[in-house]
């Protein structure tokens, strides 16, 4: 689906818990989004995108919230009337933040965000999420390169 909305541009299909197959130090942005509870290696995922991206880069990193893990609700979809469950590992938000500051990144800032009574009226069936967190948002960047 990627390569038919921006035909020619490169697509990298990897393992987030192992090394990235990229150039390292030529990214200005690294976006991951609501795939980290099925990662088992954090600090894997956190090392690679500070490794590619330049100095001045920015992380943007987005996670189902560890709450819902620790509830018991996981990412499942429905194909013919089955429900196929993808499991959650359970990190907590310190994880997050632990792995992140750790490989290197800073300026960090993180929020939580919750469904509201606008986004409930369009979407009723998302009343069983209204006293939880449902989305953690992370952003850090990597540090300029010192030129002393």
Not at 97 to 106: E, P, T, V, W
Not at 113 to 118: D, G, L, M, R, V
């Amino acid at each position: 689906m990627a390569q038919r909305s921006v035909p020619g541009v490169p697509l990298a299909q990897a393992n987030l818990d192992a090394k990235l197959p990229l150039q390292r130090e030529v990214f200005d942005a690294f976006l991951c989004t609501l795939v980290s509870e099925h990662l088992t290696r954090l600090h894997t995922l956190f090392s690679e995108a500070f490794a590619v991206l330049r100095g001045g880069g920015r992380m943007v990193f987005s996670a189902f919230h560890p709450e819902l893990a620790a509830a018991g609700i996981e990412a499942n979809f429905e194909r013919h009337g089955t429900e196929y469950r993808l499991g959650a590992e359970r990190h907590t938000v310190d994880d997050y933040l632990n792995h992140i500051h750790d490989a290197g990144f800073r300026n960090v800032h993180w929020r939580e965000y919750s469904i509201t009574a606008e986004l409930l009226e369009e979407l009723p069936s998302a009343s069983k999420y209204l006293e939880q967190p449902l989305l953690l948002l992370i952003e850090a960047s990597r540090p300029q390169a010192s030129t002393a």
